[in-house]
């Protein structure tokens, strides 16, 4: 009776969420073949809550993306991003933000999706940091509920980056893989969560970065407010 009372019980909890109980399960996302990608884990998965991301890389269609699934349920964002500008005299080379596709109509879409990642950045609830002198080349998405209820925490790790082509939204010749859990119980969620926490906390990790002016001088600014002026350019 107590195994049917906490099997029903359980059952009910995920009925009332919303969570799909699917016992064919894999614990494997990648960007091809049929395995589920990441951006239909994020979309099913995500509750109300707090969602951390630890990316190299990102671009402005996937940043968009994420604001439209996920900004009416995350009350904070907590982004560290790999800083791939190098000092050098020449004009700083791109961010890397831009639409990973180059035809004419990912052009024409690139303009309002700008204006969709800055809308998204400019709330405070979204809080951005970098490494500096390090590059982060990990890749973590880490999900804490509301109501602080563990068993609807999940993570994402493995090789995709925050790009279109990263989280399965279009084809490309890269091929990812990631793994996913859910719940308290899972053997990796507490070590991610404190290994995030750990990094955020790092004193190599910063909300300003270091930029090189016209006059050839290394001037620290908020890395949010550089992130928006680039996207806009």
Excluded at 32 to 42: D, F, G, L, T
Excluded at 192 to 201: A, G, H, M, R, V
Excluded at 218 to 231: M, S
Aim: with cysteine; net charge neutral; glycine share 4%.
């Amino acid at each position: 009776k107590l195994i049917v009372v906490f099997f029903m019980n359980n059952f009910m909890f995920f009925i009332k969420h919303k969570i799909t109980l699917n016992l064919t399960y894999k614990m494997l996302l990648d960007n091809e073949n049929q395995h589920p990608k990441v951006h239909e884990w994020i979309t099913q998965y995500t509750q109300s809550g707090q969602l951390s991301i630890v990316t190299g890389y990102f671009t402005i269609g996937a940043l968009a993306w994420l604001s439209r699934q996920t900004n009416n349920l995350i009350n904070e964002y907590r982004f560290i991003l790999g800083d791939i500008v190098s000092f050098s005299n020449e004009k700083q080379a791109d961010l890397n933000l831009l639409n990973e596709n180059i035809t004419v109509e990912g052009a024409m879409n690139l303009n309002r999706l700008a204006k969709e990642a800055v809308s998204f950045l400019e709330q405070e609830k979204v809080i951005t940091k970098t490494m500096e002198p390090n590059f982060c080349h990990a890749k973590l998405t880490l999900f804490k509920p509301e109501n602080r209820d563990a068993r609807l925490s999940w993570f994402v790790t493995g090789s995709s980056n925050l790009t279109e082509a990263g989280i399965g939204l279009k084809v490309t010749q890269n091929v990812e893989l990631n793994t996913p859990g859910t719940g308290e119980t899972h053997p990796y969620m507490s070590e991610l969560s404190e290994w995030f926490e750990n990094l955020w906390k790092n004193p190599k990790t910063h909300k300003t970065k270091t930029i090189l002016t016209e006059t050839g001088k290394k001037e620290r600014i908020d890395f949010k407010t550089y992130l928006i002026n680039e996207i806009k350019k």
